[in-house]
C-alpha cells in the first residue's frame, strides 16, 4: 500500500491536537516551579494622575508578602522600547517618551502598573496590594485622538506638544492635488476604526526564575517571539547578558498580535526573580488584560477619491489620526504606517496617493498590532469607499471594481506608496467568489426577505494586504529597530528522524504540522518522523516569532533553504557510497540515485553515514547532517481576494445577522488545506466582530467602560454562520514556496464587506455609511431617524 | 481549613482549601490537572467547564467546598484507560475544531453534555445556541460545530458519520 | 475573593440562624454570588450554602406550581409537569444564562439576588406568584423593591415559590449582546389574577410592570392591541449597549412578540 501523502496539499491532521483534546497542553500558568511565589500588580483605576505617595507598610506587612516594588526599586533599569522609529515630515524623530516598567510619579491610563507585590500565594499577593495607600492627584484625561489634538486638551506627556508622537506623510501630494482639480467625481468618507480588545483565551502569564549558582535567568512567557522578548529585555530594560538569558513560550493560547509585544510583566518577574532567588509566577486575570494588553486598531480617519469620467481612479488622499494609547508599544509606530499607508493603492490603478498620519498619545491603553495591523485599516477604508463611489457615479459596484483593478498582466506592479506588488488575479478572486455567492441570485433573495419584513444586503470586498514584513535592509532604512529575516535548523537524526529548529513561533496556527509537510515533501520523510521544535531561546537559532502572517512565507522558506543544504551535502555522501561523480547523483522522494540506474541510497542511509563516518568522505566533509538558513525575503508577499457578504436586518430591533459569508482568498501555495481554512475561518470572524460585535469603549475622560465579557462583545458561536471559504491562488514569485500567507487575511477582508453589506440592506433608508461596529442599537437609531423622512415621500 | 473529598476522574481525591477556592484552583493548583482552564473572570469564557455528578458546570463559578463528596470529570479524564479518545476528543481532531487549544477542554466538556442532551439529534441551530456559554477567539466556531455534529451519531450509537470533506 | 467562612447547616431553622447575622451571605446555586465574590465586590464573614435543606423540587397541584427555591433552571426547564402548565416558565428557565449556569443556577437564588437584568423576577411579578419564605408569604406585587432589593428580611429564606396557572403567557428577551443577559424581557400572562405585564433587564428600579400594556391587552388580547402605545423611555437604562429610548421601543416590540408567542 503506498504511504499516505502527507506533503504540500495534504489536509493531513494536526500533529499537537493529540496533547491538546486530552489535556495535556504546557501553557505557562500549567508551569509550576519549585519554591515558586506569586505576583499581583497594582493597578492604576484612573485615566490620569500623579502618584503623591505610594505607602506599603501595611501591605508589606500582610501575611506572605515577600516583597514590595514600585518604580522607586526599579530606577536602574529602562523604560520599554519601541522597535521601529517614524520620522516626521520635515525629518525630524517621533516622540518617544519613556515608557516606565512601573509608573513613575504618574499614571496614564486605566491599568496602568503601579507596583507589584510578590508573596507565597496569588490571594496573599493580590490580599495585600489592596493594602497599598496610593495617594493620588487626578488629572485630566483624554481618550479620543479628536479630543487630544484640539487646543487646550489634557497633555499625556510633558513635552509632547499637542499629544502629537508623529506627523508622517508618504506619496505624492502634488500630483493628487492635480488629480482632484481635473476630476469629474470627487467622493469623500470620514470613519473610525474601532478600538478592540485582542482577547486571546489564555490570558497572558510570565514566569520568572533565577539560578544563583549559575547566575542564569529563565522566563516563561505567554508570547509570540521569545528571541524578540529575550533581545528588548536584554539589551534595553534590564541590561542583561543574553546568554544568561533563557525565554521560553510554551504552548501559548492564542496570540493575534497582543503577545508580540514586550510587556512589563515579563521584565518584572525575572528581575524580582533575582532579588528574591524565588521563581515568580504572574498570570493575568481577564480584567488586566483587558486594560494591559495592547489594543488594536482606533484610526479615524478621512479619505478622498477623485474619478474621471468613466468612473477610473485618478487619486486618493487620506489622513488618519492613529491612537497610540499612553506609550508607545513596541510596534505600535509602524501599524498606521509602513503596515497601512503603503497598502492605499489597494487592489486597484490609483496613479496618485497621498497619505497623512498623525500619531496621538491619549490616556488609553497602548495600541498596537492586532490581527492585520494596519492593513484592515486600508482595506476598510479603501472598500468603503470605492462603495460610496460606485454609489455616487451610479457606476455598478462591481463593475467599477473591475475597470480599476491591476491586471494580472501587470504584475510586478509598483504602486505610488512604496510597494511593489508581485502577483495576483484580483479578478479570478472576484469571479469565484461571485459565483460561490450567487451574486446573481442576490435579487430574488432580497425580495423574498422583504416579504418576511426584513432587509437584506449584500456586500463585498476586494481587498489586498501585505504579510511577511521585509526585506531588513529596507524595513531598517525606514525605521524598524529589528531584522526581519526568519531562521530554521533541519537537524536529522542519525537513524533517519527529523527535528526542525524553527524561529517562528506557534500558538494556534499548527505549525508543529504544517512545517513538518515542508520536510515530508522536500526529504520525503514521513510527517510521524518530522518533530518540529519552537518557543525556547535555548533551543532554538536566533529567530523573529510570529506574526504578520509570516511563519510559512519566510520561515518556511528558510526551512527550504536549510533543507536545499541537507540535499547538497547529501548527493555528496551519497556519491561517495555509490562511488558515482555527485553530478550524476539526483535526489527525489528521500531517495539518492545515480542518475540511469538503480544505484540509490535513501536519505535514511545518507544520514546514518553523516553520523557513523566509517565509510565517509572525510577529506571533502564534515561528519552529522544538520544544516541552517537564515531567509531575508526580498519583498513582502501579497495576499488578496473577495470577500462577500448577505445580511439581513430584522428591522424591530435593528439585529443584523450574516445569513450568508464567501471568502476567496488568494494566499498563495497552501501546504495544509484544512488548516488554511481553519485560519480564514477564524479570521473572518474576528472581522465580523469588529464590524458588528466589539468596540474597545472609553469614556471622554479615559475610562474604559467595556472592561470585560459582560460588556466587551465577543463572537460567541450563534453570532456567527458557517462560512464559504475556498482559495483560488497565484504564487509569490520571490520565495520558494510560493506562500503568501493566510494568517490575517480573513480579518483584512471581511469588515468592508460586511459593512458595505449593512449599507446596502439600509439603501431605502438613504444610509450612506455606517460606523463600526454596527450594532443593534446603532442600526435602529439610523432606522428610527430616517422612518420619517421615509414616511414623507 | 476545611476538608475537601471527591472522586475525579474516577480516582479519590482530597485536599485541605481555603473556604474561596474555587473548583478549578482545586483541580489545576492541588492536583496537578492543568487540562481545565481559566480563560476570564466573569463566568462567560467556559474554559474551565468541567462534569461535576454529571452535569457540565463552570469551575470557576463553583467552591472547591460545594464540590465535597461530587464526582467530577475533567479533560484528562475522557479517553478510556488505554488511551482510547471518546468521540468527541476524536471528532475535535477529525474536523480542526481547535487551534490554539485553549478553549478546548471547556468546549470538549460542553459539547458531550450538549450532545448526551439531545438524543433525539441536533441541529446547526441547537449547537450554536448549546455553545453560548463557550467562547473560541481562533476556529470562528465553524469547525466547532462541524465536529459536535459528528460526534452525535457516534455518542448515540449510529456509527460513524459520513467522511470529513 | 476574600476568604470567609463556610457553612452548610442541615436545617431551615440552623441556616436562618446563621444568616441572622448581617455579615453573612447565602449561598444556593452561586451564579451571581460567586462572580461578585470574585470581583471583591462583597466581602462576607459567613456564607451559607442552603443545599442541604432539602428545598428543590416541583409539585403541581390545583391549579398551582409550586418550585422549591434550591430547584435549578435546568430542572424546571426540562420538568414535563411545568412544561404542560405554565410553558413559558419552562422556556424562561431553558434560556437562563448558558447550560453550565442553568445546571447551578436557582429559582431562590435569582428571586433573592433580584439582578435588574434576571429573567425570573419578570415571571413572577406577570403570573402574580406567591414568594414562601422560612417566616411568610410574600405576594409579588409587594416582594420585588428595585434594583437588588427585595422584602426579605436578615435570615429570611426563600423555600419555594407558587405560580398560579395562566390561561396564556409567554416570556421574550432581547439580550445584552455582550453578557446575554436580559437588555429587555418581557413577561406577559393572561391568568387568574388579570393580564400583567412584566419588564426585566430595562428598568433602573429593576422588574416592573407595565401598566398601559396591561390595559390595552385586556381589553383585546392581541400584539396589534399594544399599536401605538409608547413606553416612556425614563427610567430606563441607558449605556453603551444601547439608549433608555431604544429599550423603550424593545419594551414594546418584545411585549408584542410575546403575546403573538402566548397565542
Known sequence: MAPPFEGIGASVRRKEDLRFISGHGHYTDDINRPGQVYAYFRRSDRPHAKIVSIDTKEAAAAPGVLAIYTAADLAAIGGLPCGWQIHNKDGSPMAEPKHPVLAEGRVRHVGDPIAVVIAETKQQAKDAAELLAIDFEDLPGVATVTDAVKPGAPQVHDGVANNVCYDWHIGDKA?????????????????????????????????????????????????????????????????????????????????????????????????????????????????????????????????????????????????????????????????????????????????????????????TVPVDAYRGAGRPETAYLIERLVDCAARETGIDRVEIRRRNFIPRSAFPYQTPVALQYDSGDYVATLDVAMKKADWAGFPARRAAAAAKGRLRGIGMSTYIEACGVAPSAVAGALGARAGLYEVANIRFNPTGSVTVFTGTHSHGQGHETTLAQLVTEQLGVPL???????????????????????????????????????????????????????????????????????????????????????????????????????????????????????????????????????????????????????????????????????????????????????????????????????????????????????????????????????????????VRHVDMPATPAKIWSIMHAAAPKMAAE | MPQVSLTVNGKPASAEVEARTLLVELLREKLGLTGTHVGCDTSQCGACVVHVDGMAVKSCTMLAVQADGAKVTTIEGLAAADGTLHPMQEMFREHHALQCGFCTPGMVMTAIDLVATHPDGLTEEQIRHGLEGNLCRCTGYHNIVKAIAAAWPLMHGKGMPAAAE | MYDFAYQKPASIADAAKLLADPEAKALAGGMTLIPVLKQRLNKPATVVDLSKLGLAGITVSGGMVAIGAMTTHVTVARSAEVKKAIPALASLAANIGDRAVRYRGTIGGSLANNDPTADYPAAVLALGA??????????????????????????????????????????????????????????????????????????????????????????????????????????????????????????????????????
Open chain 1, 175 to 363: 500630483a493628487v492635488d492635480a488629480a482632484f482639480a481635473r476630476a469629474a467625481h470627487k467622493v469623500r468618507l470620514d470613519l473610525t476604526n474601532n478600538r478592540l480588545i485582542p482577547n486571546a483565551m489564555e490570558p497572558r502569564a510570565a514566569i520568572g526564575e533565577y539560578d544563583a549558582a549559575t547566575g542564569d535567568y529563565t522566563l516563561y512567557t505567554t508570547t509570540q517571539n521569545p528571541h524578540v522578548i529575550r533581545l528588548l529585555m536584554c539589551a534595553f530594560v534590564l541590561q542583561l547578558p543574553e546568554h544568561k538569558v533563557r525565554v521560553v513560550a510554551p504552548d501559548v493560547g492564542g496570540g493575534f498580535g497582543s503577545k508580540i509585544y514586550h510587556y512589563a510583566e515579563e521584565a518584572v518577574v525575572t528581575w524580582a526573580a533575582a532579588k528574591l532567588h524565588r521563581p515568580i509566577k504572574w498570570t493575568a486575570e481577564r480584567s488586566e488584560s483587558f486594560m494591559s494588553d495592547a489594543h488594536g486598531r482606533d484610526h479615524v480617519t478621512t479619505g478622498e477619491l477623485a474619478l474621471d469620467k468613466d468612473g477610473k481612479f485618478i487619486g486618493l488622499r487620506v489622513h488618519t489620526y492613529a491612537n497610540m494609547g499612553a506609550y508607545l508599544s513596541t510596534f505600535a509606530t509602524a501599524v498606521p504606517t509602513y503596515l497601512s499607508a503603503t497598502l492605499l493603492a489597494g487592489t486597484y490603478t490609483t496613479p496618485a496617493i497621498y497619505g497623512e498620519v498623525t500619531a496621538v498619545f491619549t490616556n
Open chain 1, 528 to 766: 510521524a518522523q518530522v518533530e518540529v521544535v519552537h518557543g525556547d531561546t535555548a533551543k532554538i537559532p536566533f529567530g523573529m516569532g510570529t506574526y504578520g502572517s509570516r511563519s510559512l512565507a519566510v520561515g518556511g522558506s528558510a526551512m527550504v533553504k536549510a533543507m536545499d543544504k541537507i540535499i547538497a551535502k547529501g548527493k555528496k555522501i551519497a556519491a561517495h557510497l555509490l562511488e558515482a561523480d555527485v553530478r550524476d547523483i539526483e535526489f527525489k522522494d528521500g531517495k539518492f540515485t545515480v542518475a540511469g540506474t538503480d544505484k540509490s541510497k535513501t536519505i535514511g542511509e545518507i544520514a546514518f553515514t553523516a553520523y557513523v563516518p566509517h565509510n565517509y568522505p572525510h577529506e571533502e566533509l564534515e561528519p552529522g547532517l544538520e544544516e541552517t538558513a537564515f531567509y531575508d525575503p526580498k519583498n513582502f508577499t501579497f495576499p488578496g481576494g473577495c470577500h462577500i457578504c448577505e445580511v439581513e436586518i430584522d428591522r424591530d430591533t435593528g439585529v443584523v445577522h450574516v445569513v450568508n459569508f464567501t471568502a476567496v482568498d488568494d494566499v498563495g501555495r497552501v501546504v495544509n488545506p484544512m488548516i488554511v481554512e481553519g485560519q480564514v475561518q477564524g479570521g473572518v470572524a474576528q472581522g465580523i466582530g469588529q464590524a458588528l460585535l466589539e468596540n474597545a469603549a472609553y469614556d471622554a475622560s479615559g475610562q474604559l467602560v467595556s472592561g470585560s465579557f459582560m460588556d466587551y462583545t465577543m463572537p460567541r458561536a450563534d453570532d456567527l454562520p458557517s462560512f464559504h471559504v475556498a482559495t483560488e491562488n497565484t504564487m509569490c514569485t520571490h520565495n520558494p514556496l510560493g506562500s503568501k500567507g493566510c494568517g490575517e487575511v480573513g480579518a483584512i477582508g471581511s469588515p468592508p464587506a460586511v459593512i458595505n453589506a449593512v449599507v446596502d440592506a439600509l439603501r431605502d433608508y438613504g
Open chain 3, 130 to 263: 406567591t414568594i414562601k419564605t422560612n417566616r411568610r408569604s410574600i405576594d409579588a406585587d409587594s416582594y420585588f423593591q428595585g434594583m437588588f432589593a427585595t422584602a426579605l428580611e436578615p435570615g429570611e429564606i426563600i423555600t419555594a415559590v407558587e405560580f398560579p396557572v395562566p390561561e396564556k403567557a409567554a416570556y421574550v428577551k432581547f439580550p445584552n449582546p455582550a453578557s446575554r443577559y436580559a437588555m429587555v424581557g418581557v413577561f406577559v400572562a393572561k391568568g387568574p389574577k388579570g393580564v400583567r405585564v412584566a419588564v426585566t433587564g430595562a428598568g433602573q428600579n429593576g422588574v416592573h410592570r407595565h401598566t398601559a400594556f396591561e390595559q390595552a391587552l385586556t381589553k383585546s388580547w392581541s400584539a396589534a392591541a399594544l399599536d401605538g402605545i409608547a413606553t416612556p423611555s425614563a427610567g430606563l437604562n441607558s449605556d453603551i449597549h444601547g439608549s433608555a429610548e431604544y429599550r423603550a421601543h424593545l419594551v414594546g416590540v418584545m411585549a408584542k412578540r410575546a403575546v403573538a408567542a402566548a397565542g
